[in-house]
């Protein structure tokens, strides 16, 4: 069964490349075009392009899905379409020349968090269970028939891309087996969404990283975890951006109407940071142009004293 790829960030490359080793016949790769990345501006292929060109596959980078595109796309004959974090809509041609259609491999359990962030969303959402789904696709966003999904637990401790890895490694295997259950010529479940239950999540800016600590703790803790590595939850410290790593609720109880300012500093931990229902313990930060750190460390080498604040006044 001939199978074209789509994808791009890491996530996608992980899954084209254990679908490489299970011997699948990955015919052709459509990735984003190379961007510019770093401090640098280097021009820089996707994750996925990468993975296709250690194993000598055909690329497609097209800037848009047009009339030329899907004629390309459609030249190498494929059975069967697999989306991965593609990041565009596929046009209905492509949706329907393929014998077996296109399947999406979706970062939640459908119809929850439909749309570009389902993993940040989960985490800001403060969610302890989430998942992967296998969906036949359809013209309309993540709204096509599930045909099989695997719930993830999500840790206490779990950031995105520690969420991520786990939803995706669940997530090959489903793929795999339903991949096999087609060359196998079962007959697929096909489950109907409950678009009554939907739930949409949006493309996230860098602009919203910023920690508000007004907020309660649960929700700021929320915050850094579903924007680690990016964008990055962050404060400033007088004029200086602060991306804050990791942390953790603190119950000291020494910080209760102090929002923004340090309560405290805990020897070989970190610092404790006001909330609007507490504090939170800073324990790893990254202080704009440098590099990631302890907070011990940020404390020593900025003389972070009680009663400094984290904010701009």
Known sequence: MKIVFMGSPAEAAGVLNDLIESKKDVVSVVTQPDKRKGRGLKVSPSPVALVAEEHNIPLIKPQKLDEEAVKDILFFGPDLIVVVAYGKILPKKLLDTPKYGCINLHASLLPLHRGASPIQSCLLCGERNTGITVMQMNERLDEGDIILQEAVTVGECDDASA????????????????ISDIENGNVLKMTPQDHS????????????GLVDFSKDSRSILNKIRAFSPWPGAYTFYGEKMIKIIS???????SERQMPGCVTKTVKGKGFIVGTGD??????????ENSKKMTAEEFLNGYRVKEGDKFFKE
């Open 163 to 178: 969420l991520s890895k786990k939803i995706f490694e669940a997530g090959t295997k489903v793929l795999l087996q339903v």
């Open 197 to 208: 239950r939907a739930a949409y999540c949006k493309v996230i800016k860098k602009s919203e």
């Open 247 to 253: 942390a953790e609720i603190s119950d000291d109880g």
């Open 278 to 287: 507490g504090g939170i313990l800073i324990k790893e930060v990254q202080p």
